[in-house]
């Protein structure tokens, strides 16, 4: 028994490090769903992943959390507490679990030893508390700074058969890509009700696109097309895979390939980012801390060149002390004159 400790432990060290897969999307675009069927799938496959959900306001979850929000936040005490609306409430939810994220952190660490190679982050229903306030930042930086991370933003494909619709998903898809820095998959969810060709079209071919606008009047076309221009350059390194969250099937696979990717692009690409970012950020917190040091010194040694001179200027004349009377003094030999 005291030699297999020694030998297991660089075994889980060699372990790669699980991949955390951040859900986010639209209301409505299916994200449970999506994680429920991602869950499901692992688990027939004999890995079963870790699952997190970060959606405090969620009445039943239709897959087991190992981590739920919910079990340590009450939102509606939050919302009656703190005199907030729904939205509020969430963000504020959000908060106060992003102050104990590091033990969720510990968590997914012990994952590494446990060989599970996926961890499933559910996020909550309205896009925007998420990925535009401060604990949405704090948790998938954490998240980035010590795992693989991909965030997977899911899209309901029947909604977007409008152009003007598509480009507004799109639009909020480079703004997330563009803030998390984190390697992107698009999901377009809801592939048993329509088929997605049409939008990996649009996103592959400008000028089918630039049609499917020509029948639409309003004056948000115009301002669509040359978005479209400007987004073509986001659409050249895109991946995208078309999903049904409900019949799951072939397409899950594709999902888990695509991450592998994305995993790979993590690894080569955001990850000596993040290490440079943090050895920039480490240089600037300690020539701060160097320049504290030497404030610090410079004013103890102004405080001890004022001691001295405090000193000097009391230890000068030993004659008789002035009252400030006219011309009268007391001696030191105790007579007056």
């Not at 490090?17 to 692992?42: D, E, W, Y």
């Not at 239709?62 to 936040?73: G, K, L, M, V």
């Not at 997605?196 to 079209?201: D, V």
Request: glycine content about 6%; overall charge negative.
């Amino acid at each position: 028994m005291a030699e297999a400790s020694p030998r297991s432990a660089p075994a889980a060290e060699s372990d790669p490090k699980p991949v955390c897969i951040v859900c986010l999307g639209m209301a409505g675009s299916g994200k449970t769903t999506f994680v429920q069927r991602l869950n499901a799938h692992l688990h027939e496959r004999r890995k079963p992943p870790y699952t997190i959900n970060l959606d405090p306001a969620v009445r039943e979850l239709p897959y087991p959390a190992n981590i739920d929000i919910c079990d340590t936040i009450d939102y509606k005490s939050v919302m009656k507490d703190y005199s907030m609306g729904p939205n509020g409430a969430i963000v504020t939810s959000l908060n106060l679990f992003a102050t104990r994220f590091d033990q969720v952190l510990a968590y997914v660490e012990r994952q590494q030893r446990e060989r599970a190679r996926h961890v499933l982050i559910d996020t909550p229903g309205q896009i925007e508390v998420f990925t535009w306030s401060a604990s949405g930042a704090i948790i998938t930086e954490s998240l980035a700074a010590s795992f693989p991370t991909v965030v997977a933003y899911i899209i309901d494909t029947p909604r977007c058969a409008n152009p003007v619709t598509f480009m507004s998903n799109m639009l909020y898809a480079c703004s997330i890509l563009y803030r998390t820095k984190l390697p992107f998959v698009v999901v377009l969810n809801k592939t048993d009700v329509i088929d997605p060709k049409f939008a990996i079209e649009w996103m592959r071919d400008f000028d089918a696109f630039h049609a499917a606008l020509a029948a639409e009047t309003s004056y948000v076309s115009g301002l669509a097309r040359s978005m479209a221009l400007v987004l073509d350059e986001f659409y050249q390194n895109l991946s995208c895979v078309g999903v049904s969250a409900a019949l799951g099937g072939a397409c899950i696979d594709e999902f888990f390939s695509a991450v592998d990717a994305a995993r790979v692009e993590y690894e080569t690409v955001y990850r000596p980012q993040i290490e440079r970012l943090k050895r920039e950020r480490d240089r600037d917190e300690e020539t701060a801390k160097r320049r504290q040091l030497e404030r610090l010194r410079r004013d103890m040694g102004r405080g001890e060149e004022v001691a001295m001179t405090v000193g000097s200027e009391e230890g000068e004349g030993e004659g008789p002390i002035p009252t400030g009377g006219d011309g009268f003094q007391i001696d030191l030999d105790g007579g007056e004159n």
